[in-house]
């Protein structure tokens, strides 16, 4: 059984249908990523098993049970965390209070501390910046918090929406260092992601979707390597055209 299945899902904003029938499927430990241009329907997948969009139609089986339409609180509680597009951290509370307001499943205090120690060491650098204020954060180290909060919910399955988004170069390889240690804590990800280079280089798998249906799926390399793909939906240069491919 996987971790999380998909079946014939569909979602729709009003009268624009959004997914058309997608099929997926996660096993546990994997990281895997969501590829596909913009508009294709990768955030829309992640609302939707997250409970902040019912679908409307089609299935969603999270470690067996299904789990379509339950609201956004339930979903969390059965164990999987989204940490969305834009690092919605709160600006005026400091890293630490950030981190120990975000989870769900403990109350004790020092339960809660024990959490944070674990995210600090995670996030080596977030603890240099445990009493700074939210709002004074750049965007990596926002994004690092983002991150943090999501796993203090102790999640079986994190999703990631973007999380590259609008971070330079330098930053954005730290981030991806540290959810190919997320898994480490063997919690399992799926990932949505424009720069498809870097999310295929730590995948296990990957799917491709174009306008609310599934393209292809596969392997990282044979991804990477599928010329039609790159072309059209990687945003990548046809092999031929790039100078020393990965
Ligand atoms: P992006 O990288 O641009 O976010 P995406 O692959 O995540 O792309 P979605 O955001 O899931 O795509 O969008 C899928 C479709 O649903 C698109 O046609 C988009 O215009 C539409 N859509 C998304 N959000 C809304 C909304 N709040 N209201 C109406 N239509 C929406």
């Not at 409970?51 to 470690?63: M, N, S, V």
């Not at 009493?131 to 999501?150: C, E, K, N, P, Y």
Request: aromatic letters at 4%; charged letters at 20%.
């Amino acid at each position: 059984m996987s971790l999380l299945e998909l079946s014939g899902l569909t979602a729709a904003y009003g009268a624009v249908a959004a997914l058309s029938g997608l099929d997926l499927a996660v096993e546990e430990g994997e990281i895997v990523t969501l590829l596909g241009a913009n508009g294709a329907g990768k955030s829309t997948t992640l609302r939707c098993i997250s409970g902040l969009l019912p679908p409307t139609g089609g299935e969603i089986r999270f470690a067996g049970a299904a789990i379509a339409g339950l609201s956004a609180e339930r979903v969390v509680r059965l164990g999987i965390a989204h940490v969305p597009e834009g690092r919605r951290i709160f600006p005026r509370m400091t890293v630490r209070e950030n981190l120990l307001g975000a989870s769900n499943r403990r109350s004790a205090r020092a339960a809660l501390a024990r959490d944070a120690e674990e995210m600090f060491a995670l996030f080596p650098d977030l603890e240099r910046f445990a009493d700074t204020l939210g709002w004074m954060l750049s965007g990596g180290q926002q994004q690092m918090v983002a991150l943090a909060r999501g796993l203090m919910a102790r999640p079986r399955l994190l999703l990631l929406d973007e999380p590259s988004l609008g971070l330079a170069p330098l930053i954005v390889q730290q981030v991806f260092r540290i959810i190919a240690r997320i898994r480490e804590t063997r919690t399992t990800v799926l990932l949505v992601e424009q720069n498809a280079r870097l999310a295929l280089a730590i995948a296990d798998r990957g799917y491709v979707l174009e306008t609310g249906r599934l393209v292809v799926a596969g392997k990282p390399d044979a991804l990477w390597n599928n010329e039609d793909v790159r072309a059209a939906y990687l945003g990548g240069k046809r092999l031929s055209e790039e100078s020393g491919a990965r």
